[in-house]
């Protein structure tokens, strides 16, 4: 089974402070993507990348940043974090082909941003 | 509205009852997939509909398909408790990149 793994179910941080949300995925995707999740909003893509190193802005990715280094891990980096950044957010990753392979997600991180 | 939109938001049936969602989208697309999510965790993913195909079945699951209409629905056959969760549709645009589009879901309550 395809295993994503997200470092923390749960994070209370303050505002101002720089943020690292980790994930890991074990099955050599090519893709891997960070959400966040809202009520009433759905999940909103912030960053993707199609390979190491390369990555591609997704709808909302202004106050963050993301980092692959390696294939299996997909960093998001809240650069300064403000309240309004509090939130779930997901981690999925998928096989290469352009939206034609399902996402495979970990079970999120609740971020508190105080 | 956006792309993916899901209708009802929210569904309460008793169990054993069937349950139907339905998905409405707007530009052309490669495929469709429904994702359920338990409360609290991540998305799973159910099935992909191809944008060529009209019908699809797992299981107790039921997808179509109308790419005229542009609109989709997932009926879950003699639904359980377990079923309880929020269900999401995705397309993959035609026009796209590898970005995935999800509407905001409908939570369905499975009442035993």
């Known amino acids: 089974d395809v295993k994503v793994t997200q470092s923390s179910r749960y994070l209370v941080k303050r505002t101002g402070e720089k943020v690292f949300l980790e994930c890991v995925q074990d099955?050599?995707?090519?893709?891997m993507f960070w959400y966040r999740q809202d009520p009433g909003l759905g999940l909103r893509l912030i960053y993707f990348?199609?390979?190491?190193?390369?990555?591609e802005k997704g709808d909302i990715p202004e106050g963050y940043s993301v980092s692959r280094e390696k294939k299996e891990r997909f960093s998001l980096i809240l650069e300064s974090a403000s309240t309004n950044q509090t939130s779930m957010y997901l981690c999925?990753?998928?096989?290469?082909?352009?939206?034609?392979?399902?996402?495979?997600f970990g079970d999120g991180t609740r971020l508190s941003i105080l | 509205s956006q792309q993916g939109e899901e209708d009802p938001q929210a569904l309460s049936i008793q169990e054993g009852e069937n349950a139907t969602m339905n998905c409405s989208y707007k530009?052309?697309?490669?495929?469709l997939q429904w994702y359920r999510q338990n409360s609290g965790r991540g998305l799973v993913h159910l099935i992909l509909?191809?944008?060529?195909?009209r019908e699809k079945h797992s299981g107790r699951l039921r997808v179509t398909l109308d790419t005229s209409k542009k609109s989709s629905s997932l009926l879950i056959t003699a639904s359980r408790a377990a079923d309880t969760a929020s269900y999401f549709c995705?397309?993959?645009?035609?026009?796209?990149?590898?970005?995935?589009?999800f509407g905001t879901g409908t939570r369905l309550k499975v009442l035993a």
């Open positions: 999925a990753s998928s096989f290469a082909a352009r939206g034609s392979q399902p996402q495979h």
């Open positions: 099955m050599d995707h090519e893709n």
């Open positions: 990348s199609y390979d190491v190193k390369m990555k």
């Open positions: 530009t052309s697309i490669n495929n």
């Open positions: 509909i191809r944008s060529n195909e």
């Open positions: 995705a397309t993959a645009p035609v026009s796209g990149t590898y970005k995935y589009i």
